[in-house]
Each structure stands twice: as structure tokens, then as C-alpha cells.
């Protein structure tokens, strides 16, 4: 279920005996990648140090391949093996990463990096089009006669190919390494190439916010490692810093619930909060936030304050005006009012294998909470690449203008539109750099860095609530409607409705 990759050295968790060590099982639990995930890193990090410690490492000369073996370890979380090759290899802590870097890098991850991308990545795709990409990978796969490569696992030829999807208005830059071999597997986690690209390994480490890595990597906290002049210090003791270790406390601002606020729109002032929707929530607000809160943002702060850092920001009041008046209760149900639509459990079901509600529901049996037999007390939401109750695209909204401008090169490879009563949202999961407005309602934010990231098919408020569960390494938040939340690749996240609420979630990228 579990392996790793650094340089010539692969392993697998995959063995009875490691199997029974890692715990329950996760899969009947709904908690794939929750319960044991500090378990199963300590144990691979153990198996590649033994494989390190054999091998012959690269000397003086070699630096980029050096550079790629830290990438590597890095991007693994593995401490004890990158402090290993730390004091070993000639490897430049502070050069930023080359797109070479991350081709080799991504390329060495094998099949089950390669099916994060395609089946991870692009939600958007049907399961026709992942069948027909992969299809067309093995079309191209030459020396496949090379019986021991397959064996080894090693990729036989690096390859690439770029698929124009003139639809979806998506360029898609896919490898085929290993494709036949493990076409089943889980695909464990999902990496982004832009994520990597003009980062430095240490600016990595921290994204990751493994505090081990961090001090193995780069033991002086006050050198220099941007461009800017900022020090390990300036990184981690930034609000919402992924290094939680070697962060301050966490410092919560105070976010109180929105007063009797309104907006003026059709002719008339209705609650700016949750636009005549229901507000009532049995849930105890949390009214802070754990990660810095702003009230612009500009393109050039975005970049460096907060996707350098590897920082999740929220942006208060960013929504358009009408694009909020749209999902008015009042607006909403003159043409909606006998539509049913499908509603389940989480944001993104294929993540876990979850089905959507046996029945469909009207969006007032969704505003009171749905839920179905199929879920149990799951209060239900629509989340959907189709607008639904959406009067508009994605595309032609005002308020994705804004984002466009804020993000140039901005490439939209997931869209989901969502809605839903009291308690619904998305359970916790974690995917590639997104944005997220919500434009009816208030929202709870429950975010972790990179290297704690999960995916479990619990409801937020069941997983939230349950005794033995630490918050040491949970950012909350509280969003309000008209806010925009950004958050970098790889952070877990889950999240939770209080009474009625919409919006819209967008997974993208940059182009280049």
C-alpha cells in the first residue's frame, strides 16, 4: 500500500508482518491515510536509510544528481534519511528547483505518482477519458520486450505526451512510467510539478513542515534562503507557517460572527451572511482564524508571502456583489424550486470510494440537511462540476475576473460547485493548490501541512469530535460568505457548513 523512492533506493511497506504494525484497518475504518500515517513515514524512512547506508552516493561531481536524490527525500518525508544524505551529498540547499529537477524527480515516483496525477489531479476527467489517457501511454511505451526493466520497476523510457482538451481547456503534460505494472494501486499522494519548480530544497522542507527535515537540511535558522534575504526564522514564524515544531504558538485572530449586515440587492436588503438561506447551526462556532486573515491581496504578495512560504491565506470580502445577489434564496428558487439534484457525503467521493445518496433531494429538503439512508446521520451537500443552482459558469462569474487577475496563467483543472445544509462539507482530503469563495453561509476551516495531509471518508463534525484526536497540528477558520480562502498544494483540509451555504471550489495551476 505504502513505498518510497530516493535515488536507487526503493521500498515497500507491503509485507504481513509490517502490515499488522501499522494498525487497524484503514480501509473498513473510512480512515485510509489518517490513523497510522506517522507509523508507516517512520517505518519507510527506516527501510531507505538501510538501502542508503549500502549504496554508493553521489560524489562531488555529481551535484544535480545529488540535488535530485534531496528532492527526493524531501518531498517523501523521510528525517532521518535526507539528514542522512544531508551530511553526504554535495547537494545545494538554497538553489531553486529546475524543471529538469522535477521531471527526474517525478519520473522516479513511478506509476503510482503517475495515476495521482491523472486520476488525482483531474477531477474533471470522466472515467472514459483517465481509461483512454492511460490507453494512449501504453501505445506509446517502446522496448516493452525489456522483460527485466518490468521486473525491476524501473521506467524503461522517459517520455511525455501533451494532450489538448479543447473542451475542458486543459493542457495536460502526463509521463507513462510503469503503467502496466500496478494499474490498480492507490494512489497515495498527489504532486503538483509546478509546486516543485523554482523552490529550493529548503523552501521545500518547509512547504512540507517537517521540522526534522527543516534542521537536518539547513541547521543555521538565520542564513539567508530566497531571494529576498529571508532566514528559516522569517519562514516559520510567519501566521499559518507549516512548520509547526519550530513555529510560536498559534496565534488565533479573533474572526467574531458578521453582525446584522446587508445587502442591497433586487430592490431590497436581505442578510449579507446567508442571503434569506437558513443561518440556524447546531455546530459551535469557532470565529477565529489560525492562518493570516487580510483585506487585499495583490499578485506580487501572493507569490511571495504566501506561495513561497508555503502559507494558506484568507482574503475577506473578495466575492462580486452580484455574483452573491445570484444565490439569493429568493433568486435561487423561482427557478428551482421542483429541481432534485444528487447530494453525498464529501467534496471529492472518488478519493474513497464513496457513493452519492440513494435518492435526490429538492434544495429546500438540502437547506434543512439531507441525509439518506445510504450515509446514515451524514448531513449530505451537492458538489458537482455541473452549476446546479448556479445561474452562471464558473467562467463568467465576476468574482473568478478577480481571482484571474490576482493568479495570471491560472489554470482551472478541477471545478466544483457546492451547497448545503447545516453541518455538510467536505471531508478531510487534500489535492493540489485551490481556491475556494463562498458566497452564502459560514464556513469552518480545518487545515494541516503538507506532511500530516489525510484523506478520510469521516464527516468533518464526526472526525472533529471524537476523543483522542489532536488539534496541535489543525489551522481552523472561519469563513465568511463574500471571503476567499487560497491554499497551497498538498495541505489536508476538511470542512463544515453552519446552516445553509454555496460556493465554488476551484483546483488549479499555473501556466507556464
Known amino acids: 500500500m505504502w513505498d518510497a523512492s530516493v535515488g536507487p533506493c526503493r521500498v515497500k511497506a507491503r509485507s504481513k508482518s509490517q502490515q499488522a504494525a501499522l494498525g487497524p484497518d484503514e480501509t473498513r475504518l473510512r480512515t485510509a491515510n489518517l490513523l497510522t500515517l506517522s507509523n508507516i513515514r517512520r517505518m519507510l524512512d527506516d527501510l531507505v536509510l538501510k538501502c542508503l547506508e549500502t549504496e554508493n552516493l553521489p560524489g562531488p561531481t555529481q551535484v ?3 540535488n535530485r536524490m534531496m528532492y527526493q527525500c524531501i518531498l517523501s518525508g523521510l528525517p532521518r534519511s535526507c539528514s542522512y544524505l544531508a551530511k553526504r551529498l554535495p547537494f545545494e540547499p538554497t538553489k531553486p528547483f529546475t524543471q529538469a529537477n522535477v521531471l527526474s524527480v517525478f519520473l522516479g515516483f513511478g506509476v503510482r505518482r503517475v495515476e495521482a496525477f491523472l486520476l488525482g489531479s483531474f477531477t474533471n476527467f470522466t472515467g472514459s477519458m483517465r481509461l483512454m489517457l492511460l490507453q494512449l501511454l501504453l501505445l506509446m511505451t517502446k522496448n516493452d520486450d525489456d522483460e527485466d526493466n518490468r521486473k525491476r520497476g524501473h521506467c524503461i523510457e522517459y517520455s511525455f505526451v501533451t494532450i489538448l482538451f479543447v473542451k475542458l481547456k486543459v493542457l495536460v503534460f502526463v509521463s507513462w512510467c510503469q503503467v502496466l505494472h500496478y494499474p490498480h494501486e492507490d494512489a497515495d499522494a498527489i504532486y503538483q510539478l509546478q509546486a516543485r519548480k523554482g523552490r529550493n530544497a529548503v523552501q521545500l522542507a518547509i512547504w512540507m513542515g517537517d521540522a526534522d527535515i527543516v534542521q537536518g537540511l539547513f541547521p543555521s535558522m538565520e542564513q539567508p534562503i530566497d531571494k529576498l534575504g529571508r532566514t528559516v526564522l522569517d519562514y516559520v514564524r510567519a501566521s499559518g507557517s507549516p512548520v509547526l515544531k519550530l513555529a510560536p504558538p498559534k496565534q488565533s485572530l479573533p474572526r467574531p460572527r458578521p453582525g446584522p449586515q446587508m445587502l442591497h440587492c433586487d430592490g431590497e436588503d436581505i442578510s449579507a451572511t446567508h442571503l434569506g438561506w437558513t443561518e440556524a447551526s447546531d455546530w459551535p462556532h469557532y470565529e477565529a482564524c489560525d492562518f493570516e486573515v487580510v483585506d487585499a491581496l495583490t499578485e506580487e504578495d501572493l507569490q511571495s508571502k504566501f506561495v513561497d512560504m508555503g502559507r494558506p491565506v484568507l482574503v475577506r470580502n473578495f466575492a462580486a456583489l452580484e455574483d452573491r445577489c445570484a444565490l439569493a434564496k429568493r433568486r435561487v428558487m423561482k427557478v428551482h424550486k421542483s429541481s432534485h439534484f444528487k447530494l453525498g457525503p464529501i467534496a471529492y467521493p472518488q478519493l474513497i470510494g464513496a457513493q452519492p445518496c440513494e435518492k435526490t433531494f429538492t434544495v429546500e429538503e438540502a437547506e434543512k440537511g439531507a441525509r439518506c439512508f445510504r450515509h446514515g446521520n451524514t448531513s449530505n451537500y451537492y ?22 487577475k490576482l493568479i495570471p496563467g491560472i489554470n482551472h483543472m478541477s471545478k466544483q460547485y457546492f451547497w448545503g445544509g447545516d453541518r455538510s462539507g467536505a471531508a478531510l482530503h487534500y489535492h493540489v493548490a485551490a481556491f475556494n469563495v463562498l458566497f452564502v453561509g459560514e464556513k469552518e476551516w480545518y487545515v494541516t501541512p503538507p506532511y500530516l495531509a489525510a484523506r478520510s471518508g469521516i464527516a468533518t463534525y464526526e472526525l472533529f469530535d471524537r476523543s483522542g484526536i489532536s488539534m496541535d497540528h489543525v489551522f481552523r477558520c472561519s469563513q465568511y460568505a463574500g471571503d476567499l480562502v487560497l491554499l497551497p498544494d ?19 495551476d499555473l501556466q507556464t
Open 64 to 66: 544535480k544528481a545529488a
Open 490 to 508: 498538498g495541505w489536508g483540509h476538511a470542512t463544515l457548513n453552519h446552516g445553509f451555504g454555496v460556493g465554488i471550489g476551484v483546483l488549479y
Open 383 to 404: 458538489a458537482s462540476h455541473a452549476p446546479g443552482i448556479f445561474p452562471k459558469e464558473l467562467t463568467q462569474m465576476e468574482t473568478v475576473e478577480r481571482i484571474q
